[in-house]
């Protein structure tokens, strides 16, 4: 076993080989622009991607010709939202999403505001997943989007998508999902699930940074978007720019990998989630983040009451893990999805993210365990919290100096 | 980011954990943060009848930085009279154990929980707590 152990795989996952070697040729030999109409080197780089075209469509249920190349899932989340808003907004201005979601949404989404749109950011409930009734309560005639992410990057948790995009339908909008965290780890059927946008990423799936995709639908209905990017005319006039072919291969191979192994590939990280949870949760006042039943099957965030994770962090030397914690950040605030669960700062400041991946062994996964069981244990020694819970005293009637 | 040896030294193998008997006249508690920051710190001296520190303990919630300051605090504390203790800076532990900007607020802290400790000491003997300038805050 190699230290250290990489168990971030919700930040990003290590590019399998078999990835990088379809990629290579497109580096080199075969690098062609794809379009270029006129001669070989062109059309071997469009033959390409259209092939990769297609194995991103098939993970997802849709066809080849609603499938956009960015450079990734926050590319995809600005132009679908901002995209949406400028094409649709003599329709309604008003935008729908959730206070959980990836900062990518949420900051195309002040965007819109700053372009006269009027943006509902829904809170959401104890386990993290969006209240359906209040979604509707808030559907207007002038709601023209709903984008709720599909699985959560920092708890894991997935959003009733489908139930969701009925509910956008019924009202005439739009139901676009961020689902970098779910495609290639759990089905996603954009059909089945009734999604018009869907977002995805190369990185979050064995592939290569720097290239995603966009999914926009074709028929029943039909939706546009307004370019954000002005030049060649590229993907259907949606993104301009010259493809990054290697990267859409990269992105393809991954979608094709993904899809042959997902099924067998979340059972086994499962039980290893569930092992490394079972486990943990055995030390005194520990909790599981977010719903347990609805989730990635990869992802545990578990909050150890009264250490602080970055401290915490420190301690589980050779783990690669991240933490609710933002000791570093000018704020000191912890996790905005942490709080908006309605967990208190302490508990969000004391939570730690795994997240397993296609390289993860239950060998590394043992000693995950045993390391972090340690590093409470050291760090509860230290706290003056973990002192005075034992000694009976409720922290809540202690008056602290807020600094 | 990295830490510095230092902090990790501290961090490690930390100094002075532990707890005084706080009803006890001779030992001054300090308890300053709080959990919502995600840094508590609670330090504890010992005084002698000549106003010298003899003991010093810590016990932390926070990040590694916090650790350090407070740990490196308590051995910085054994040995020295009241008023010296009064004059430790938090820049001589940002300089002592190498911290970067962003964690001079655990620094900060280690001083808070200095003065709060020693007035502590001095309102339970019977003296003026000494007024502290809050400016850094």
Same mark, same amino acid.
């Given at each position: ?80 939202? $901002? ?120 990185? $979050? ?18 939706? $546009? ?27 393809? $191979? ?31 006042? /520990? ?56 967990? /208190? ?59 | ?102 964690? @001079? ?8 929980? @200095?003065?709060?400790? @020693? ?19």
């Amino acid at each position: 076993m190699d230290l250290p152990i990489y168990l971030d795989n919700n930040a990003t996952t290590p590019m399998d080989p078999r990835v990088l070697e379809a990629m290579l040729p497109y580096f080199t030999n075969k690098f062609g622009n794809a379009a270029s109409r006129n001669h070989a080197f062109g059309w071997v780089a469009e033959e390409a991607v259209d092939y990769a075209r297609e194995q991103v469509a098939k993970i997802i249920g849709a066809t080849e010709k609603e499938i956009i190349f960015t450079s990734g899932a926050t590319e995809s989340d600005n132009l679908a939202i $901002k995209g949406v808003f400028e094409m649709y907004k003599d329709k309604g201005n008003h935008i729908i999403t959730a206070v959980t979601e990836h900062k990518a949404v949420l900051d195309a989404c002040k965007h819109v505001e700053k372009m006269g749109g009027r943006v509902t950011y829904l809170p959401v409930k104890e386990d993290g997943l969006v209240d359906l009734e209040l979604l509707e309560q808030n559907m207007t005639q002038e709601t023209i989007l709903v984008s709720i992410m599909y699985g959560n990057n920092e708890i894991g948790v997935i959003q009733p998508v489908k139930e969701i995009a009925a509910i956008a339908h019924k009202y005439g909008a739009l139901f676009m999902t961020d689902a970098t965290q779910a495609v290639g780890k759990i089905p996603v059927d954009v059909n089945a699930d009734g999604i018009d946008l869907l977002a995805l990423s190369a990185h $979050k799936m064995y592939g290569p940074k720097g290239v995603g995709a966009l999914y926009v639908r074709r028929k029943g209905p039909r939706v $546009k978007v307004t370019a954000q990017m002005d030049g060649g005319g590229h993907e259907r006039g949606m993104r301009s720019g010259t493809l990054n072919v290697p990267g859409i291969v990269g992105l393809g $191979k991954a979608c094709e990998i993904a899809r042959e192994e997902m099924a067998s590939e979340a059972l086994r990280l499962s039980s290893l989630r569930d092992k490394l949870e079972a486990s943990l949760t055995e030390l005194e006042e /520990s909790y599981v983040n977010g719903n347990k039943q609805y989730r990635l099957p990869h992802v545990a965030n578990i909050s150890f009451k009264y250490v602080e994770g970055e401290g915490l962090m420190m301690a589980m030397k050779d783990l690669a893990v991240s933490s609710g914690s933002a000791c570093t950040s000018a704020s000191l605030e912890p996790s905005y999805v942490l709080k908006s669960l309605g967990l /208190s700062d302490d508990l969000a400041h004391s939570s730690i993210r795994f997240g397993l991946g296609r390289f993860t062994t239950e060998e590394e996964v043992d000693y995950a365990i045993e390391v972090t069981k340690k590093a409470v244990n050291h760090l509860r020694e230290l706290s003056p919290l973990w002192e005075m819970f034992k000694e009976g005293i409720d922290l809540n009637s202690i008056e602290w100096a807020e600094h | 980011m990295a830490y510095s040896d230092k902090v990790i030294d501290h961090y490690t193998n930390p100094r002075n954990v532990g707890t005084l008997d706080k009803s006890s006249h001779k030992v001054g508690t300090g308890l300053v943060g709080a959990p919502e920051c995600g840094d508590v710190m609670r330090l504890q001296i010992e005084v002698d009848d000549n106003n010298v520190i003899t003991d010093a303990k810590f016990k932390t919630f926070g990040c590694g930085s916090a650790i350090a300051s407070s740990s490196l605090a308590t051995e910085w504390l054994k040995g020295k009279t009241i008023d010296d203790a009064m004059a430790i800076d938090n820049m001589d532990i940002v300089e002592e154990l190498a911290l970067p900007p962003v964690k @001079i607020h655990c620094s900060v802290l280690a001083e808070d929980a @200095i003065k709060a400790a @020693i007035n502590d000491y001095r309102v339970k003997n019977g003296l003026e707590p000494i007024e502290l300038e809050k400016s850094h805050h």
